[in-house]
């Protein structure tokens, strides 16, 4: 018999990779310049966790995905027009910053308490999701901080896997050095996954599925709570992007190979 | 054997809208605002679901809402009618008009193209020392070209801010990344022709449109009333107009490609916001110029590349960096950087290019349905007031319980437009621009003409046929280096107006890698083009023998993506992923069918993707 599930996605906002980014210190730290400004997308770390959680959900009835989120509002209300076209799922809103210089450890509190705020919640049947790096600057530290608050001691970062077996029992393979995975079983849920991509395309726009989810997304952005996050305590040494040297060239159909060779001697240039 | 019916999901709205522009924000802002009772309970309420409010979708093609092209000038007076309370600050972008110049730019290399007339004339305005920076600042803006008491804004940002309200009133849903492939047009139960909604886009499809493993066929959407707002050159409105047909004695045929960059000035910039240029005579004298400032260092410029242009090599990109580079802007642009880039076409016809506004189930509001005036040289604002109208007399009829047919909506939705300033002021400029088929000096005095006697005179002229390479270039390039440098350029698979133009003495671009980089880089770094995967391309050569025997090609050296260029056999190639969806192939394909001598050889169908910048 397939056990249900129930996961909870951590998930928010940033900016689309696509615009220039450009960090600029303001009265209170650090910011994106012009970060209102610029269109925002559901973090791809996150994504991937939601259209897992969404495919693990598919396959066993009677489960179910919330996907939690902590942004402004105005901003989430947009990205979810179009991450509500792709898998169904109920949406938990807080209204708060997004923006990757939030205190992770703030933003961790903020998003427990929210989960723990979930009525219908069983925590025995609770599989935690969230990008592996998402909301921490790469530190990984955000979604480990929310498993510690909820109580849930089983965690794995870096998740590219998850084969549920029909007792509730399951595998996960988590990404390790060297290019390999490190394959774990645990017997059965709690448990806080991190994914790294999973191995699942980006699903395609349903219209009908955005209208099963408007039903909820709408209702929940107008009662989203206010959930500041003060950085006290939090200080920033020095901010700065990647250097970045841009010298387009458009190949079609290159051999991977000759991409390689390319790389390796750009890197050499260096 | 008849192939498989796709069986296709089916969705019952109330009203759908085709497209998220101006026109149709101004449909839902004013819609909106009426659905819903102050107790929560349904103002107008939903025939497919009953006992809630009137159900109301949008389905926009680019990835989000805010992804549209223009820095716009505009009056604003109908975003102000409809938002009284309105406030510029507001928006990023935005700011009142604080001083506005016309700006006759000479040409500074001699290379551009310029009758005697005009050769006479910049000789005696350098002889009498008229010009400052090859530039001569006109004493005056006509009336009917001032923004006093407008502004400027970015129409991405605007939208945004409009969308976002929307959606957060909540009675509206707005889906971007979702194309509408066409109306459903059908006899009803009782028998009565017209447009019961629509289909959307076939998903998971290989480029020809054939289904693959993760295929999703396209909704169907049916709505009592679909409005069509996808713009000039939308799959839903071209597709009404080739089965409709335009009225009697209106045409399609005036076109400008709008192609501009929002640029991050120098540190030093001695421009104020609201700033305001409008310029003409280089780098061709056929090409008009815009330079708007807006707040915190931030300047949209960029120009508009006629139809009337009868150059069989007109390109806008090439074009436009030699706007940027002429002294008079130069001096504020050096060591400026580019943020963002795009284009789009513009329907130029205007009121003549009206279709049939109105039809059972259907109604047509903005740039697609004849709006914008092409002697004031503004649209954003009278988009936006025809979605109003229609908004206002959809509630009418609602209200009434009237069905939304053809005669009900002559009655309240073509009417109000007809007594609106939208239709006056458009039967104003309707000929205004006649005159440049016959020359710019000409078409400059129509334009002057139409405006000071409000319409009642202009200088008439047809449009005459485009010359040959060899002909247009005939005084400056012996036949045998054009066939040269087109055969080069063939082989290479790149346009020719390039090579052509430097052969002409246009100098070769200084690129900086900041403001002035190479058109693909435009692309990426400006456009930020999008094509996500699954989709069918969007832009078919109907015939490919045609494009065989085409001498021109004009759709590679138009195309404001470098996404068309030479292929093998002479059939042009398409990389949907390049393309900004600007439609200026459609209008620039010079092999007119068989069967339908007003269209060209090229099917520019719905497609996703496209600028994915929401500056413009």
Not at chain 2, 155 to 163: A, D, S, T, Y
Not at chain 2, 355 to 369: D, K, M
Not at chain 2, 479 to 506: F, K, P, Q, T, Y
Not at chain 2, 595 to 610: E, L, M
């Amino acid at each position: 018999m397939n056990t249900p599930l129930q996961i909870v996605v951590c998930g928010s906002i940033v900016p689309d990779p696509l615009q220039t980014l450009e960090p600029v210190t303001g009265p209170n730290g650090p910011s994106l310049k012009n970060e209102m400004l610029l269109p925002a997308v559901l973090d791809p770390w996150a994504g991937h966790a939601l259209f897992e959680a969404a495919h693990l959900a598919g396959k066993r009835s009677g489960s179910k995905v919330w996907l939690v989120s902590l942004g402004p509002k105005a901003k989430l209300q947009q990205v979810m027009m179009t991450v509500a076209q792709k898998v169904p799922f109920e949406l938990v809103a807080l209204d708060g910053p997004a923006s990757g210089f939030s205190d992770s450890f703030e933003t961790a509190a903020a998003l427990a308490a929210a989960i723990e705020a979930i009525a219908s919640l069983d925590r025995a049947k609770l599989l935690l999701f969230g990008g592996w790096e998402s909301a921490s600057r790469g530190t990984g530290s955000t979604l480990q901080m929310v498993g510690e608050r909820l109580g849930i001691g089983e965690q794995f970062q870096g998740v590219d896997e998850i084969t549920v077996r029909d007792d509730g029992s399951f595998t996960v393979l988590e990404r390790i050095e060297g290019g390999r995975h490190q394959v774990s079983v645990c017997a059965a849920p709690p448990a806080v996954l991190g994914w790294a991509t999973g191995n699942l395309p980006e699903p395609k726009n349903n219209p009908q599925v955005g209208m099963a989810n408007m039903r909820t997304v709408m209702p929940a952005l107008q009662r989203a709570k206010a959930a500041p996050i003060s950085n006290t305590g939090l200080r920033f040494e020095s901010v700065s992007l990647p250097k970045q040297q841009r010298e387009t060239r458009i190949v079609k159909n290159m051999p991977v190979e000759e991409m390689a060779r390319e790389i390796v001697a750009w890197i050499g240039e260096e | 054997m008849s192939e498989p019916a796709i069986e296709r999901q089916r969705m019952d709205v109330d009203v759908v809208c085709v497209g998220f522009g101006p026109a149709t924000a101004g449909f839902l802002t004013a819609l909106s605002r009426h659905l819903v009772n102050p107790d929560g309970s349904p103002a107008v309420e939903s025939r497919v679901a009953p006992g809630l409010p009137l159900q109301v979708m949008c389905y926009e093609r680019s990835d989000d809402i805010s992804f549209g092209v223009s820095g716009v000038v505009t009056r604003a007076r109908g975003i102000r009618a409809t938002l009284p309370d309105f406030d510029p600050s507001q928006i990023p972008m935005a700011a009142a008009v604080s001083q506005e110049k016309v700006v006759y730019l000479l040409d500074p290399i001699g290379a551009s193209r310029r009758s005697l007339a005009l050769r006479l004339g910049d000789r005696a305005v350098r002889a009498l020392r008229l010009d400052r920076h090859h530039g001569v600042e006109l004493p005056y803006v006509p009336p009917f070209l001032h923004k006093q008491g407008g502004m400027v804004m970015s129409l991405g940002q605007f939208l945004q801010h409009v969308g976002a309200e929307l959606m957060g009133s909540g009675t509206v849903q707005i889906w971007p990344g979702m194309p509408v492939a066409e109306a459903l047009i059908d006899e009803n139960q009782a028998g009565v022709r017209g447009v019961h909604g629509v289909r959307l886009c076939d998903q998971g499809v290989d480029r020809n449109g054939q289904p693959e493993a993760n295929f999703l066929p396209g909704m169907d959407i049916h709505a009592a009333l679909t409005v069509v707002a996808d713009g000039p050159v939308g799959a839903v409105g071209r597709q009404l107009d080739q089965e409709i047909g335009l009225p009697q004695g209106h045409h399609q045929r005036e076109w400008a490609l709008g192609m501009k960059m929002v640029i991050d000035l120098p540190e030093n910039t001695e421009l104020e916001p609201g700033t305001v240029f409008h310029t003409f005579g280089y780098p061709e004298p056929e090409i008009f110029g815009f330079f708007y400032v807006h707040p915190d260092r931030v300047a949209t410029v960029g120009i508009f590349v006629p139809s009337w242009f009868r150059s069989p090599v007109r390109t806008s990109y090439r074009y436009l960096q030699h706007y940027l580079l002429h002294p008079y802007l130069w001096r504020y642009l050096q060591g400026g950087k580019l943020r963002s880039w795009g284009a789009k076409s513009l329907q130029e016809s205007g009121r003549r290019a009206e279709p049939f506004l109105a039809g059972n189930g259907y109604a047509r509001i903005g740039e697609g349905s004849g709006s914008t005036n092409v002697l004031t040289g503004s649209g954003v604002d009278e988009a936006w007031t025809t979605g109003t109208q229609l908004a206002e007399g959809v509630l009418e009829l609602l209200r009434e319980r009237k069905p939304l047919t053809r005669e009900n909506l002559e009655t309240a939705y073509v009417a109000r437009r007809r007594a609106s300033w939208v239709e006056e002021e458009g039967r104003i400029a309707e000929k205004a621009r006649d005159g440049f088929h016959k020359g710019v000096v000409t078409g400059l005095l129509g334009m002057a003409l139409a405006g000071f006697t409000k319409g009642k005179h202009w200088l008439g002229g047809e449009p005459q046929l485009m010359p040959d390479l060899k002909e247009y270039y005939q005084r400056k390039i012996p036949a045998e280096g054009v066939e040269r440098i087109v055969e080069d350029c063939h082989n290479r698979g790149v346009s020719c107006h390039g090579a052509l133009m430097e052969r002409c003495g246009w100098p070769a671009i200084p690129y900086d890698g900041q403001l002035l980089i190479t058109h693909q880089d435009a692309l990426l770094v400006g456009g930020k083009v999008q094509a996500p995967a699954g989709m069918a391309d969007h832009v078919r050569f109907i015939y490919p023998d045609f494009c065989e025997r085409c001498a021109t090609k004009m759709c590679i050296e138009m195309c404001s993506g470098q996404a068309i260029t030479p292929g093998p056999d002479g059939i042009p190639l398409f990389d949907r992923e390049k393309c900004v969806h600007c439609g200026a192939c459609v209008w620039n394909c010079m092999t007119p069918l068989d069967d339908d001598p007003q269209r060209g050889n090229i099917s520019f169908r719905a497609g996703a993707g496209g600028l994915h910048s929401p500056e413009n």
